[in-house]
């Protein structure tokens, strides 16, 4: 099994910044990508920003492309989401996800094995 524990949720303004983490323990896989996903209330769960940990290479959701970055601390097991130009509509909860193994990118939430909590946004406007 494999843990995932997200923090940095909160509430900003529009226009402000927050850094979300990630924090893996347990089981590890010889290859895996970690994701972000949020979902709004009454919404499906929306795909934002994944990295591949053997190749450390990125992929976005062109609607928060040049807006959110993806990065991560090896030693720590963590990954970040960092959230720049928050708007009213990035207002969500945000989950962590780890699919493990190699395959194509992917966006799908059902790809992905294991999930954290999640973590609440809210961006006043």
């Known amino acids: 099994q494999v843990q995932l524990i997200e923090s940095g949720g909160g509430l900003v303004q529009a226009g402000g910044s927050l850094r979300l983490s990630c924090a893996a323990s347990?089981?590890?896989?010889?290859?895996?990508?970690m994701a972000w996903f949020r979902q709004g209330p009454g919404q499906e769960r929306e795909f934002l920003a994944a990295?591949?940990?053997?190749?450390?290479?990125?992929y976005y959701a062109s609607s928060v492309k040049g807006r959110f970055t993806i990065s991560r601390d090896s030693a720590e097991s963590t990954v970040y989401l960092q959230m720049d130009s928050l708007k009213p509509e990035d207002t969500a909860v945000y989950f962590c996800?780890?699919?493990?193994?190699?395959?194509?990118?992917?966006?799908?939430?059902?790809?992905?094995?294991?999930w954290g909590q999640g973590t609440q946004v809210t961006v006043s406007s």
């Open positions: 990295l591949r940990w053997s190749s450390d290479s990125t």
């Open positions: 996800a780890v699919r493990s193994g190699l395959g194509l990118p992917t966006t799908r939430a059902t790809d992905f094995d294991y």
């Open positions: 347990g089981r590890t896989f010889s290859s895996y990508t």
